[in-house]
T-cell receptor, first 115, second 111 residues
Framework: EAGVAQSPRYKIIEKRQSVAFWCNPI?????LYWYQQILGQGPKLLIQ????????DSQLPKDRFSAERLKGVDSTLKIQPAKLEDSAVYLC?????????????FGPGTRLTVL | GDSVTQMEGPVTLSEEAFLTINCTYT??????LFWYVQYPGEGLQLLLK???ADDKGSNKGFEATYRKETTSFHLEKGSVQVSDSAVYFC??????????WGAGTKLIIKP
């Protein structure tokens, strides 16, 4: 079974530029998550989708971050404009459902450096 | 609110040593508990989980027991290998089903 795919793996941009990340979850997984992981910290949930609907985006900085999941499969996360503090690894994960015991499967992440 | 606290790293051990990484939690109700591992250059992957009190999760020689009385889920392995070097994260599934993560513990195994 193919895992969660993410691209690009690395991105370097200057502050105030825009950037987009792509995620393809495991086939059949209804729930998709975007996390931000700052060096030395655990992942922080940015947004959770159930199919193509948003379940929780309470920690998404909506003035600069946006995300969509068209057709309930692939998803993109965009940052516009980027700030220095956005430097982090952006992780995409998916799970069959959204219940407490459901295992989340993670992609390799995109390492973003904002200069 | 719900939270997870795990021991700070890095933890440095010699090969074949016994490993314990402490994890304690604060939560309402009975959350599911998880250990995830992140090998260098790779994504997070589930190592083991337990969904109710006294359950023991195990995988790849690692074990953790869900202790409700001490609100703990310590990770143990009897004999570590160099290939176990990684960052280990303890997490719980909160009442809204979202994962609450610890800060991670870096494990370094020396040959």
């Amino acid at each position: 079974e193919a895992g969660v795919a993410q691209s690009p793996r690395y991105k370097i941009i200057e502050k105030r530029q825009s950037v987009a990340f792509w995620c393809n979850p495991i086939s059949g997984h209804a729930t998709l998550y975007w996390y931000q992981q700052i060096l030395g910290q655990g992942p922080k949930l940015l947004i959770q989708f159930q199919n193509n609907g948003v379940v929780d985006d309470s920690q998404l900085p909506k003035d600069r971050f946006s995300a969509e999941r068209l057709k309930g499969v692939d998803s993109t996360l965009k940052i516009q404009p980027a700030k220095l503090e956005d430097s982090a690894v952006y992780l995409c994960a998916s799970s069959l459902g959204h219940l407490a015991g459901d295992t989340q499967y993670f992609g390799p992440g995109t390492r973003l450096t904002v200069l | 609110g719900d939270s997870v606290t795990q021991m700070e790293g890095p933890v440095t051990l010699s090969e074949e040593a016994f490993l314990t990484i402490n994890c304690t939690y604060t939560a309402t109700g009975y959350p599911s508990l998880f250990w995830y591992v992140q090998y260098p250059g790779e994504g997070l992957q589930l190592l083991l989980k337990a969904t109710k009190a006294d359950d023991k999760g195990s995988n790849k020689g690692f074990e953790a027991t869900y202790r409700k009385e001490t609100t703990s889920f310590h990770l143990e392995k009897g004999s570590v290998q160099v290939s176990d070097s990684a960052v280990y994260f303890c997490a719980l599934a909160a009442s809204n089903y979202q994962l609450i993560w610890g800060a991670g513990t870096k494990l370094i195994i020396k040959p």
